[in-house]
């Protein structure tokens, strides 16, 4: 039988854990951690996305600072800020909001960052330092698709693992982390040839390419454990809408040895890493264990 890999309740396990050790360090005298999460325009996604991370901080015992701005802002104005919160002590992770409106360069945001606060893990100096083995603050989502991987295989070693995508986000640090996971890692794109035929041969496979139900069972080879990043909304005959994922999960899911499902995968990890994420920044700049 399919084993449904519950990002849900495996964020909640790791959230409590979080607010326990947060909860520990206040107890002993020292400062709760601090993340400063930045908005950027009115984008409803976007909203609805650091709504629930301003939420979920608060209940895990850390201090939320919240920033919002215009779409029109100056990048210079953007700018500025970031270099505030870089100096300012009781802020232990800056998450700049992407996308963010046009005129605004993203990559010139992410640079200004202090890598030490990069609790996105996507400034170049962490970059570098995760393709390089070395200690590193990681990109929140592929980080979550290991831990979520690992609940199918406590050992991945030796695996054949595919990723569908190579975006800086998560195609290219998930082939990171799985090299470190020893797992022998492909990844294909939309330019691979016979796509089909490069995932039936993944032991695991991952979606990232931001297709709707994309990967169907041509794509999936029995026994595969099945990680699906993608998050995309299509209309239903009500005139509502619906989430899927980039795998067809009706189609495929009863093929898998194991399969994250979409709501409620790899989504809920993305915060639960960024969590933890912001108390690794925390104990390192401080010197405090965690």
Known sequence: MV?????????????????TRVA???AAGHPAPGLA?????????????????????AEVGMRSIEHRLAADVAERHLLDLVERLNADQTVDGILVQLPLPAGIDSTRVIEAIDPAKDVDGFHPVNVGRLSSGLPALVPCTPRGCVMLAKRARTDLAGLHAVIVGRSNIVGKPM????????????????????????????DLLV???????????????EGAIVI???????????????LVGDVDYARVAERCEAITPVPGGVGPMTIACLLDNTLTAYSRRRGIPA
Do not use: F
């Not at 084993?3 to 607010?19: E, F, N, P, S, T």
């Not at 082939?175 to 035929?197: F, K, M, N, Y």
């Not at 979606?207 to 080879?221: C, K, Q, S, T, W």
């Open 3 to 19: 084993q449904v890999l519950d990002g849900k309740a495996l964020a909640a396990q790791l959230r409590a854990d979080i607010g």
């Open 24 to 26: 520990g360090l206040v």
């Open 37 to 57: 999460v930045v908005l950027v325009g009115e984008d409803p996604a976007s909203q609805v996305y650091v709504g629930s991370k301003v939420r979920q901080t």
């Open 175 to 202: 082939a990171q982390l799985l090299l470190q996971e020893h797992c022998t890692v492909t990844i294909a794109h939309s330019r691979s040839r016979d796509l089909p035929g490069l995932c039936r041969q993944a």
């Open 207 to 221: 979606a990232a390419i931001g297709r709707p139900e994309m990967l169907g069972d041509a794509h999936v080879r």
């Open 228 to 242: 699906d990043v993608g998050i995309n909304r299509l209309p239903t005959a009500d005139g509502r809408s619906r």
